[in-house]
T-cell receptor, first 109, second 111 residues
Framework: QKEVEQNSGPLSVPEGAIASLNCTYS??????FFWYRQYSGKSPELIMS????GDKEDGRFTAQLNKASQYVSLLIRDSQPSDSATYLC?????????FGTGTRLQVFP | DGGITQSPKYLFRKEGQNVTLSCEQN?????MYWYRQDPGQGLRLIYY???????QKGDIAEGYSVSREKKESFPLTVTSAQKNPTAFYLC??????????FGQGTRLTVV
């Protein structure tokens, strides 16, 4: 079982729609969680961090954490073509940061 | 400007050759990480370090070596024992349990 799992996609949504990205993790001791966006050929950039159960909103982005279900999600409202990228979920596991394989999002006009 | 710097951006390795990738940070972060990314894949952890003079193997450490003699620096050596080294290498740093920041990456190609 992978430590952090994501659906590889692609997830295709029309412009203006809500994109929903999901991630599960295996280690119940994981304490902090992150969503990164990565454009092709570039390094990942941080979008959201979340440390406690519930929702955290920042502009068009909402991160959701459910530790009981070991589940993290990212919602992108009013999706734009510029949001087309790979989204990486990461979990801090004891003393190391583990990434999922990423979900490719495509936003079409 | 605070940040994390990787060099070189592109690197070519001949068969049987060792090469070293540089990673320097001035963010005063304790933790540093090396990841490998293959085309269409996620990030796989090679080595990580939480403090100076200490580091741990990640999931794919075979064929790689690191050192952490200074807080600011965490170089990665790709040895000749790594049979398929062509990949995008990413260095990151963080404080414990917080978000990591990445360098621009080094693209390594075997020629």
């Amino acid at each position: 079982q992978k430590e952090v799992e994501q659906n590889s996609g692609p997830l295709s949504v029309p412009e203006g729609a809500i994109a929903s990205l999901n991630c599960t993790y295996s280690d119940r001791g994981s304490q902090s969680f992150f969503w990164y966006r990565q454009y092709s050929g570039k390094s990942p950039e941080l979008i959201m961090s979340i440390y406690s159960n519930g929702d955290k909103e920042d502009g068009r982005f909402t991160a959701q954490l459910n530790k009981a279900s070991q589940y993290v999600s990212l919602l992108i409202r009013d999706s734009q073509p510029s949001d087309s990228a790979t989204y990486l979920c990461a979990a801090y596991n004891t003393d190391k940061l583990i990434f999922g394989t990423g979900t490719r999002l495509q936003v079409f006009p | 400007d605070g940040g994390i710097t990787q060099s070189p951006k592109y690197l070519f390795r001949k068969e049987g050759q060792n090469v070293t990738l540089s990673c320097e940070q001035n963010l005063n972060h304790d933790a540093m990480y090396w990841y490998r990314q293959d085309p269409g894949q996620g990030l796989r952890l090679i080595y990580y370090s939480q403090i100076v003079n200490d580091f741990q193997k990640g999931d794919i450490a075979e064929g790689y070596s690191v050192s952490r003699e200074k807080k600011e620096s965490f170089p990665l050596t790709v040895t000749s024992a790594q049979k398929n080294p062509t990949a995008f290498y990413l260095c990151a740093s963080s404080t414990r349990l917080t978000e990591a920041f990445f360098g621009q990456g080094t693209r390594l190609t075997v020629v």
